[in-house]
């Protein structure tokens, strides 16, 4: 595959939803002083909590976190850094593996205050975008404080509009000197909180003006006269090659990329105000990013690092541009495919007769009755269940008698869905722009309040791919009975564009992060989360198949990015094998995060603490593109010291896809567990099959 270099320009579609999703407004407003440009707001991006409640709790940039503060002496921008010293781990800190760590909260280190600031002070955020938004803070009369938020930031940046600057902390100033300037019109200051961690603030004011800064008391530092268009930046650091770009800071990212063969490019390029000595600004580059860099990213590493709380050690770099190479699965379609040595995909006759033993069960499923739920959710499983058995039928078995016995059937049940007939239809939401459940916010995980789009869709998209290629190779059009619905739902996680006026580019996919978020408009003091990576990259392979299947190549290559991107975050943060060197060495143990936040991650999962749910919500659906992620190396070491000692005791659904998952590092013993005589169906998730697990196993079994 040799791809365009545009393909993030490309949208799946730019007409507005269909007419069968009836037009909502959502009990959650915009808050007043948000200014969107006309474009689409995001729901789960990492400024989420700047847009939800009081605007008041905190978002991570990485490495810092900033928060809207308007404590009593402290309004403004709060700034803060948490080195891996200051990790709070429980409830057993002396546990190995602990069960959770987090980051404290609310700690102001420094505040982008203003003497003008009082119990007024508003806050809105203005030119939204996926990697990026202005966070713009007004005091009562004319002056107001604009900080480009852009995650990676080398400096937290704050431009002043008509305002006497006051700087303060609750940690307290122990000492403010002036410093060597880098060069003219830019002044220097190193700022000692009690501490002992020492910051560098650096001023760029404009041609004409200027400012001195002057200790008040402890926790205050004010300027002596009002500013306009007066640039400042802190750093937490005091290292000289900051100087190099103090006074330039990053306002937006642009993405592009393109795919050849099986390797991924893409880069983040990031537009600049102001200037700089080295003609960049500093960039944190988080330890997925540093795996992928291009050979051309080493001039641009400096030996600065800064701790992040999730995300391992950040990087920094003096650049305006990342630029990144992987792999990416060019080479996974639907058939089953294994990262295990030595193995490759062959049927033997007895194996492709118990599947086909399986399989004349399985196909006289109710599919209609079976997914006939009040769960978006719930129902994208079965359905997707029942599309990888119509293609071990039409694939694998080439039994065109079951293939037609079950196809009606499976368009049937996704057209309840595609014609929005189903128990709770999906409305367009003309606040937020996007396609949510009707039901209640405390049903379906959330839906309705964006809570899970991407897993919920992506079943929906993979089922419906799967059908519309089958149909289509026995002559069917069934492809465009479905086509609309389903590219809406594509746009309505993963639309590419800030062009797209319907949908926001990226709801779900975080492209710093690496991954996507799950949690949509509730705000959390621990920001964003997700707690399944295994559901995230169902979703991008849900695409990269319906890109495939439409011929939207672009669409496809940007899936493979993301799968690419994904193999390397999940298994830099949330799977972790016994050599992880990203999450804390106390923590390893416990194999996977259980929930990761932007500020904490905690193992366990929302719906329970039982082992098999905190690790096996890592690992469902098992498909195709599982083994490109999950290792042989980190399933067997999960196995060992997780899996093994719990599997005989559990007895239902969760022990089917343990089963299934050991066939990513020991196919034969996944195929015997399937194929024995003593195998019940009460072992079987409602999104799986007995067909697909024998399907699955028993392609790299020596059976």
């Known amino acids: 595959m040799r791809g365009s270099s545009d393909i993030f320009a490309n949208s799946i579609s730019s007409d507005q939803p269909l007419s069968i999703f009836g037009r909502s407004n959502h009990e959650v407003t915009l808050p007043a002083k948000t200014l969107s440009n006309s474009r689409p707001v995001e729901t789960n991006k990492f400024y989420g909590n700047m847009l939800l409640g009081d605007q008041t709790l905190p978002v991570w940039t990485h490495p810092y976190s900033v928060w809207f503060s308007k404590d009593l002496n402290y309004e403004g921008l709060a700034v803060h850094h948490v080195p891996n010293s200051d990790r709070v781990y429980g409830p057993d800190a002396n546990s190995n593996p602990v069960q959770y760590f987090f980051g404290p909260v609310g700690v102001k280190s420094f505040v982008f205050g203003s003497t003008d600031f009082n119990s007024n002070v508003t806050m809105g955020l203005e030119n939204i975008r996926h990697l990026s938004a202005d966070c713009k803070i007004y005091s009562q009369n004319q002056g107001y404080i604009i900080s480009p938020l852009v995650q990676g930031e080398g400096f937290v940046t704050t431009v002043y509009f008509n305002l006497i600057p006051k700087f303060t902390s609750v940690v307290g100033f122990a000492k403010v000197t002036g410093d060597t300037s880098p060069r003219a019109g830019i002044n220097k200051y190193k700022v000692t909180l009690n501490n002992n961690r020492t910051w560098t603030l650096y001023v760029t004011l404009p041609t004409g003006q200027s400012l001195n800064l002057s200790l008040q008391d402890g926790n205050t530092i004010v300027g002596d006269r009002s500013v306009n268009g007066a640039v400042f930046q802190v750093v937490s650091s005091t290292d000289a090659v900051f100087d190099k770009a103090a006074g330039m800071y990053p306002t937006r990212g642009t993405l592009s990329g393109s795919v050849d063969g099986t390797t991924g490019s893409y880069s ?297 991107i994904l193999n390397k975050s999940c298994n830099s943060y949330f799977l972790m094998a016994d050599d992880n060197k990203v999450q804390p060495s106390n923590f390893i143990k416990n194999k996977v995060t259980g929930i990761l936040f932007e500020n904490k991650i905690d193992h366990t999962t929302y719906f329970g603490n039982n082992l098999e749910y905190i690790q096996m919500i890592h690992a469902i659906p098992i498909t195709s593109i599982s083994s490109f992620i999950r290792t042989p190396t980190f399933t067997r070491e999960e196995w060992d010291q997780k899996l093994k000692a719990i599997v005989d005791s559990v007895n239902d659904g969760w022990k089917g896809i343990i089963m299934l998952n050991v066939a990513l590092f020991d196919p034969n013993k996944a195929y015997e567990f399937f194929s024995s005589s003593s195998f019940s169906n009460n072992y079987l998730d409602n999104g799986q099959s007995k067909t697909w697990s024998l399907t699955y196993s028993g392609a790299f079994a020596s059976y």
Request: some cysteine; charged content about 15%; hydrophobic content about 35%.
């Open 268 to 564: 983040v390029t990031y537009s600049t105000a102001g200037s700089s000595n080295n003609g960049t600004t500093a960039m944190f580059a988080l330890p997925h990013h540093v795996s992928s860099f291009t050979s051309s990213m080493a001039q641009y590493k400096t030996n600065i690092t800064l701790d992040t709380i999730t995300k391992g050690t950040a990087t920094c770099y003096l650049t305006n541009k990342f630029s990144f190479e992987l792999t990416v699965p060019s080479n996974i379609g639907l058939d089953p495919y294994s990262s295990v040595p030595g193995t490759w995909l062959n049927y033997s006759n007895n194996v492709k007769n118990a599947i086909y033993n399986a399989a004349v069960e399985e196909v006289k499923g109710d599919v209609l009755n079976e997914s006939n739920l009040d769960s978006m959710y719930g129902a994208g499983k079965i359905l997707a269940k029942y599309a990888w058995l119509l293609y071990v039928t039409h694939y694998v078995l080439q039994n065109n008698s079951l293939t037609t016995q079950l196809l009606p059937k499976l368009k049937s049940a996704i057209e309840r869905f595609s014609k929005n007939t189903q128990k709770f239809p999906l409305a367009y939401d003309q606040t937020w722009k996007g396609l949510i459940s009707t039901a209640d916010s405390a049903a379906d995980y959330g839906n309705s309040y964006y809570n899970d789009h991407h897993f919920h869709y992506g079943y929906h998209v993979i089922a419906a791919a799967i059908t519309a290629k089958v149909d289509r190779e026995l002559g069917g059009s069934w492809l465009n009975t479905v086509k609309d619905w389903v590219n809406d739902l594509a746009r309505d996680f993963a639309t590419p564009s800030d062009d797209d006026t319907y949908f926001p580019a990226f709801r779900s996919f975080d492209w710093y992060n690496g991954h996507s978020w799950a949690k949509g408009i509730f705000a959390s003091g621990d920001g964003k989360d997700q707690e399944s990576s295994s559901e995230d990259y169902n979703a991008y392979y849900g695409l990269k198949i319906w890109g495939s299947v439409t011929g939207d190549s672009s669409l496809e290559q940007r899936s493979l990015i993301q799968l690419g």
